[in-house]
């Protein structure tokens, strides 16, 4: 069951950790479809998040970022890596989440090069897209959330420090 449009208008904190056991959804030109459980997020939170691209403002970049939930917004980092967020918040709220993992790959940038991302996903939406969405998942049980400082964001100061890195960590027996 894809998840709706609802789920992506709430505040960054409150999708982040609640995407963990969500399956992300690809299907690819040759029709195959590949089910992925997300694993591992970052949420970054408006102008005042140091850490986040909204920190000065909207620009041509991060416009997406500015919509409703439920909008991608990708971008390109070291000039071959494309990064997935998924907006979230209301209209004129820049934030968004950061797929950081997803089950049997970790790293953000690993993530979009499996997903065979490019700028042709920017604004479009995860609850409607044939390409790329989000499906229920039901992998709890076994897991539970550990909540971290953000990676790779020391330039931010205290915002670095945010715990704001949502990670499903499976329990031991």
């Excluded at 996903?121 to 499906?135: A, M, N, P, Q």
Aim: charged residues 30%; glycine residues 10%.
């Amino acid at each position: 069951m894809r998840i709706s449009k609802k789920f992506f208008t709430r505040d960054v904190l409150e999708v982040a950790p609640d995407l963990l056991g969500k399956f992300i959804c690809r299907k690819f030109k040759d029709g195959s479809i590949q089910r992925n459980f997300i694993v591992e997020v970052e949420a970054y939170r408006g102008e005042e998040d140091m850490a986040c691209h909204a920190r000065f403002g909207k620009t041509r970049r991060n416009q997406v970022m500015y919509e409703e939930g439920g909008k991608i917004y990708v971008y390109l980092i070291y000039g071959m890596y494309w990064m997935l967020n998924i907006v979230t918040g209301g209209k004129a709220d820049p934030q968004a989440v950061l797929i950081r993992g997803v089950e049997d790959l970790t790293g953000p940038g690993r993530v979009g090069k499996w997903l065979l991302l490019d700028k042709s996903f920017y604004g479009e939406d995860v609850t409607t897209s044939k390409r790329l969405w989000i499906e229920q998942g039901s992998i709890f049980g076994k897991f539970f959330v550990k909540q971290t400082s953000r990676i790779g964001v020391d330039y931010a100061g205290e915002w670095a420090k945010k715990p704001w890195r949502f990670v499903l960590v499976e329990r031991r027996k």
